[in-house]
Each structure stands twice: as C-alpha cells, then as structure tokens.
T-cell receptor, first 114, second 115 residues
Framework: AQSVTQLDSHVSVSEGTPVLLRCNYSSSYSPSLFWYVQHPNKGLQLLLK??????LVKGINGFEAEFKKSETSFHLTKPSAHMSDAAEYFC????????????FGAGTRLFVKA | GAGVSQSPSNKVTEKGKDVELRCDPISGHTALYWYRQSLGQGLEFLIYFQGNSAPDKSGLPSDRFSAERTGGSVSTLTIQRTQQEDSAVYLC?????????????FGPGTRLTVL
C-alpha cells in the first residue's frame, strides 16, 4: 500500500535556527515526491519536487529536501527559519499506475518564534 | 498567466440544501482534482479527471457528492442535501501530467459552511 507519514504534527523553532520537517513514504512504485506550503487563509503553493533526477532538491524560499530511498524519507530542511515561514507544510507522494494517484500527508504546522 | 480560480470563495448554506462549487483550471491543463480540507486536517482526495478518461471517483465520501467537467475545462462539484459534516474548504487543483511528475497547482478554495 502507498502511504505518506509526516512524523510531527507541530514543529516550533526560533527565528534564525534550522528547520527540519520529517516525511516518510511507502510506495511499491517509483514515486514523485513533493512538498507544498499553505499559509493561513491561502492556497497551497509548491515548494519543491523530486522526480528521479538529483536526490537533493532545492526549492523556493531557501528550502531543500533530500530523497533517501534506503530510508524511504523525504525530509524538508532550511538552514535558517524566518518568521514568514510559519505555515502548514504537506508532504505528497504521487505515482503513475496508468493514472496518477496522489496522497497527501496529514501536514506539519511550523511555528517560528521571534 | 492566470492560475486556478474557484467560486464562490465562501458559501454558507442550510442543512439539506444543494450547493455547487466551481473550478476554472489553468488553460491547457488536462488533469483536474478536487480535495476537501476540514478544519485542522490534511487534504482528503475526492475526485480526479484526466483528459477524456473516466474520472477517478474513489474519494467521494457518499452518493450526495458528484462532479463533472465540461469540455475538458471547467469543473463543478455538487453536494446534494448538505450536512453539517460537509463544512470544509474545498480545493481544486489542475495539472499537466508528464510521465513521472504531476505537479498540481491549487486554487484558493471555497469555504463551505453548513448551518
């Protein structure tokens, strides 16, 4: 079965400190992996995606994620948090079985303290 | 260019009434998704349209929910005999899938409140 698990429902960091949002997936297929961000009362925005090229993927706003097949992980990181990073983050797995299937993780809410 | 648009942005209705939610995808996108996001929850997949193929309706929670996509473009999600548990934000996304990747572009959502 295919699944996505975001290991933390909430993460709180201080401004200027590193961010780590954890995501593990399970897929029998070769998946594409995404991170989306949702700011309060806003739509979802794509941060970055992995589609089988480089395993270290760089996205917008200084975020990056590394695809680790051996660990079935796709953790999202940022070296230094900014107040504007406070939002909900969703890890997503997508795979093609003749039609695309997309599974969203439950989300991780990131709080950034001044 | 224009992104995905949804209307209305907010809808308040009474229990038992029918509602229609509209999604205008990005021009040229062949795939269209509907999701539901309840308060404090993740996204729940509802239905997926891809080109002229039969839609994937596996996520529709009951037969009160239906959706259509006319002319391969605009989509309407209809909820009949609304219930209070239908209250949520309904999100639409469109994409132009390539072999591996299906990057979805989301609309701002319709917030549905059933009284």
């Amino acid at each position: 079965a295919q699944s996505v698990t975001q290991l933390d429902s909430h993460v709180s960091v201080s401004e200027g400190t590193p961010v780590l949002l954890r995501c593990n997936y399970s897929s029998s297929y070769s998946p594409s992996l995404f991170w989306y961000v949702q700011h309060p009362n806003k739509g979802l925005q794509l941060l970055l995606k992995y589609t089988s090229a480089a395993t270290l993927v760089k996205g917008i706003n200084g975020f990056e994620a590394e695809f680790k097949k051996s660990e079935t992980s796709f953790h999202l990181t940022k070296p230094s948090a900014h107040m504007s990073d406070a939002a909900e983050y969703f890890c997503v797995v997508s795979y093609n079985t003749g039609g695309f299937k997309t599974i969203f993780g439950a989300g991780t809410r990131l709080f950034v303290k001044a | 260019g224009a992104g995905v648009s949804q209307s209305p942005s907010n809808k308040v209705t009474e229990k038992g009434k029918d509602v229609e939610l509209r999604c205008d995808p990005i021009s040229g996108h062949t795939a269209l998704y509907w999701y539901r996001q309840s308060l404090g929850q993740g996204l729940e997949f509802l239905i997926y349209f891809q080109g002229n193929s039969a839609p994937d309706k596996s996520g529709l929670p009951s037969d009160r929910f239906s959706a259509e996509r006319t002319g391969g473009s605009v989509s309407t999600l209809t909820i009949q005999r609304t219930q209070q548990e239908d209250s949520a934000v309904y999100l639409c996304a469109s994409s132009s899938p390539v072999q591996r990747a299906d990057t979805q572009y989301f609309g701002p959502g319709t917030r549905l409140t059933v009284l």
